[in-house]
């Protein structure tokens, strides 16, 4: 039996990843198990592994797919705490939450990003509907509210998306990452919800604390009549859009070189856009460009710089134009944007790499500027193209680049000698000698009970020293310790890691002294 | 122009769901814009519905994937509630979290479902490696301890799985749903992570308040050594063990009748089982079967049964011994449980319905038993399945059933008389007279700054009445209303939705006032 059962278990390790339990359901020692048997089984082996064509070696490769990645304890300590700020914003705003399937039939998909369509994830056809993974968290939601015939809702969504683009994993680009969306949907006065996104997006990047930002605002329609009035025909505003939108990237010289050259723009059209591009201010701006001999032909672009300047004045009751700058060259790349635009970057030298990360980033929507954090705008056609109606629900909203503010928040949870702790234990139950574990048991399920965060090594007789080192790495604050003496006396001795302070507490006073000291 | 607009928008109509941004663009109106245009504008979009062949009706289907649903706010809120509940109980136990991509290699999966794998969701070969959505979270679990070579752990792990099941809504079974897991992996003494896991099953369920219940204990080895003793042929443990799995939803007779008829079993081994599967106790009926002349045969039963006792020793210390039962019928369907395994199950009438809906289930895992809320297991082998060498992490955990836990919460929710409030709102900004948008707006940036929840109505003339209607609608406690005589006075006129009382206050009072009245 030890010569087949050692048979078996190299043919089984031969086989590990691959159907390992099989062989480790044949390992089991019954008794009554005949040596015919366990022949019988190494057979099957074998035979197994012929099949499998494989010379002894496994092939398993142990890792995520291209472009994903696990999060680790300590990431997700990060994320969380991120999230959390995020939607206390969020919330404070009043916002409701919904959730929506990971995929969506294709067709919902079809025929919503233009070019990029071809970076969809689709489910391989198993009968049944063909199904997409879904690309960003606005389609599902215009989706959701055109199937519910929702016409009001202010609701946010933090959910991941799913992209097959070129990773740039080290620059933080996933082909699975996570869109963090607030929308205000509804037929409202004007720039009001508008202008609360904006105040949003400066709540959250004051709350974060990520350094010094900008938040630029333009208007779609700013832009169209600019072009119109530029001499821009009609069937190219979407693709000189595109050149303006690589100003944060290029110089004035490169995207008129673009757009001469190979957009077949006229060098004058070209001259009159890079004019108002270079433009960036105020209300005033705004006031200006109304006056604008040019500009003011076009209807659209007064109507968005009347809406600008109604957007300045409810900014000013918000005080956030500290940061809100108007910017004529901010052309977000998405077509459903009807409205104002909006974008938010970090100004501070810290964000540099972040620049040099995005001058290769090609993707229109993640790339839209150095160190771009937000981003959002007015969508009011969207839902319509999904209600067999056509009916028009207004929408405005935000998105908050979550993944590039993580890559931030953990260069500098790196950067800091304090360390990040991945649980919130404030106690480990200890024992200062052998045969105490039931003891431990005890007293640790009062504390669970109590609703205090504990936990205990799970040997019967651990060393002290080895639970005190427990507490050091994992940042525990304190330690109960229980000895022959503690619980003859009816105490516990409580330790407080950091400073090796040690004193006896009663049993009756233990958890409200646990509270007392660990109250954040 | 007219005539021709007309025309594009009805050409637009048709399309609508399709490509309506090609329409909603053409129908911008720029100065500047010629007949010929629009002319060409029209024949583009003719054209293209041409192409799609429709015949002016839309196809479009507006609806989520077959299995899946959007969760509405409302539902969100419950689910907030319920996932807070766990997540506050696996924090107290120290445990970290972490997070895997939805899809992993398909190879990662293979042969980890058994008969199973058929309901798999695989990714369209788009070029690339071949992926799978995840079918739980377990797996990936073992892939990332492996991957990571990571030899202790304690984590939970909140995510969606998918399976290609056949759905049943309206008995709240998805394609795609939550799991929600806690597992402790590393090699430590026997018994003591097992303990906590059904610890932390006792305290969610009572946490949760759905109602009285038992959680059923056994051992994969008890199972295995008393099939071994009662003559069940070996390649007949796993069909027989499923059969036995069957006992919470036929009688002993049928599922006898499906052994002997159908599993070929001799009648004799049957009835010697049926002795067995009948028996329920606590540490009492462990080591009377260690005393049983033909059980004690078995080596493994017999470290089964030890185990046992030593496992209800600790769950006496942690005072849980009153749900918990040793249950020799309980034999949950996963093949990759190695020892004990369990099972929770809600036992009040309140559940007779979601008892119904269990008959017609056929999956293994999820069907485990009439109104089964939680179960889990020892599982030391699967680790070792991913890593090259086949080093083993022990491993032992516990899933929440959180989809029927939803299911029973939302129909509590329904029944009960109070309103599930979906957003936290305390205060809304309202004005009584016209003409106090600004007022309106800088009042509520206060309060935001200062942390207050408050909304206000995105219009510039709100109707008093309308306002405080609102409030009722989503439970908003508290108004704030802005008057002329209140701006002059300095006040607030501070409303109580519920009685309807009001109160000035002053402005600089108000902060504190408001978090006063709705500290929780």
Redesign the interface.
Known sequence: ITMLGMICVRA??AL??????TC??SL??????TVA?IDEEVAKLLELKAQLGDDGK?Q???????G??????KQ??I??KVFNTIIRCF???????????????K?TL???YGEDSKLI??????G??L?S?RYDLTVPFA??L???KITN?K?YHIA?V?R?DNPAMTRGRYR?FYQCDFD?A?Q??AM??D??CL?IVH?ILNELDLGDFRIKVNDRRIL??MF??CGVP?DK??TICSTVDKLDKMSWEDVKKEMVNEKGLSEEAADQIGEYVSMQGGMDLAERLLQDHKMS????ACAGLSDIKLLF??LQ???VTDKVVFDLSLARGL??Y?GVIYEAVLTQAGTVSAANEAQNDTNAEESVSVGSVAGGGRYD?LV???????RRVPCVGVSIGIERIFSIMEQKAEASPQKVR????QIMVASAQKNL??ER??LI?EL??A?????LM???NPKLLSQLQYCEEAGIPLVAILGEQELKDGVVKLRVVATREEVDISRADLISEIKRRTEA
């Open positions: 089984c390790s590990v990843g691959f159907r390992a339990p480790v359901r089991h020692s019954f008794p009554g198990i048997q496994t398993f490769v142990l890792k995520t797919p291209k994903t990645r696990d999060y680790n304890p997700m300590a994320r969380e919330k404070r705003h009043g916002a409701e939450t919904i959730d929506t399937p990971v995929f969506e039939l067709e079809t025929g919503k994830y689709d489910l391989k056809d198993q049944g509907e199904l993974l989706r959701y055109a199937m519910n809702i609701r991941k799913y097959r699975e205000i509804g409202y006065d009001i919800p202008a609360e105040k709540e169209d009549g119109a009035v009609d505003f979407r032909q076009s209807k659209q004045k409810y009751l918000f005080h077509d459903y009807t056609g319509g193209m999904f209600d067999p109606k056509g991945t649980t919130e234990v574990l039931e048991l005890q399920s669970w009970n609703g205090i965060k504990a936990e799970y040997k019967k």
